[in-house]
């Protein structure tokens, strides 16, 4: 988790030589835990109830943390819950949709990221990540859901920041 200076702007130790300040802030920050379960629903696109009752129904599967004793997620948290909203809504089981886009954003997306799956596929690693550009040259010989997760991820980034209140979170 990173660290913060007095006036509260963030502090990244570790920077591998390939990475840009940038690129640290992001990684870091995806993962930083801060938000509260009302905040991860609002920005999820998740119901307030339906949330809680995923954290009931699956506590141990959920990949938020506890402090206090009060549920907490992370923008690649929020992130995993509106894509496996999407990917729920298209008909894939609620867990099976958590893992799936739990395997596709341990790392942030880039902005044009698709994630491709087809149709009752069920596997924690079904689909694959192409870019908005390749989308016309997809052969669609069956029913695929294409889902915007760059655009998802972008967008919980951007709502993430402006709670965070300072523009050193956004990405």
């Known amino acids: 988790m ?6 509260g702007r963030f502090i990244f130790t570790q920077i591998k030589k390939s990475q840009t300040l940038q690129e640290a802030a992001m990684s870091d920050l995806w993962a930083e835990r801060a938000y509260s379960a009302d905040e991860a629903a609002t920005i999820s696109g998740v119901r307030r109830g339906t949330l809680g009752m995923w954290l009931i129904r699956e506590p141990d599967i959920l990949f938020s943390g506890k402090v206090g004793g009060r549920r907490v997620f992370s923008p690649k948290d929020i992130t995993i819950l509106a894509t496996a909203r999407e990917l729920e809504r298209g008909g894939m089981v609620l867990l099976t949709a958590i893992a799936c886009a739990f395997e596709h954003l341990d790392e942030p997306p880039g902005d044009d990221a698709i994630l491709l799956v087809h149709n009752g596929q069920v596997a924690h690693n079904a689909g694959r990540l ?12 069956k029913s695929v859901q294409l889902i915007p997760i760059g655009m998802i991820a972008a967008r919980v980034r951007g709502e993430c920041a402006a709670i ?8």
């Open 2 to 7: 990173p660290q913060r200076d007095a006036v």
């Open 130 to 141: 192409i870019a908005d550009r390749d989308v016309p040259r997809i052969t669609v010989d």
């Open 164 to 171: 965070y209140g300072g523009t050193d979170v956004a990405v």
